[in-house]
Nanobody
């Protein structure tokens, strides 16, 4: 089993930045990808970014390319998401997730473990 705990959410004005962190514990050796997803009220869960933990390759949704950056600190078993140039459309609950199988994906169906989420609110 793998446990994931997110932190770093909050409220910010449009154009601002936030940094989210996800701390992983348990059988982390089984994990190949760590991803970030978000879900706005009344909408489905959207994959935002993912990182291949064994090589550092990163992948992003078009909606966040150039604004968000995913990174990892392997020594701390932590994955971070830097959110820049935020807009009200980025307001959502942000979830960290872990994937065991090979092949990158931003589909929530592919991920095996989930955190509880951290709220990001962007005001105009």
């Amino acid at each position: 089993q793998v446990q994931l705990v997110e932190s770093g959410g909050g409220s910010v004005q449009a154009g601002g930045s936030l940094r989210l962190s996800c701390s992983a514990s348990g059988y982390t050796g089984s994990i190949r990808y760590m991803g970030w997803f978000r879900q706005a009220p009344g909408k489905g869960r959207e994959g935002v970014a993912t990182i291949y933990t064994r090589g550092g390759n990163t992948y992003y949704a078009d909606s966040v390319k150039g604004r968000f950056t995913i990174s990892q600190d392997k020594a701390k078993n932590t994955v971070n998401l830097q959110l820049n140039s935020l807009s009200p459309e980025d307001t959502a609950m942000y979830y960290c997730a872990a994937k065991r199988d090979t092949g990158w994906s931003l589909s929530q169906k592919e991920y095996n473990y989930w955190g509880q989420g951290t709220q990001v609110t962007v005001s105009s």
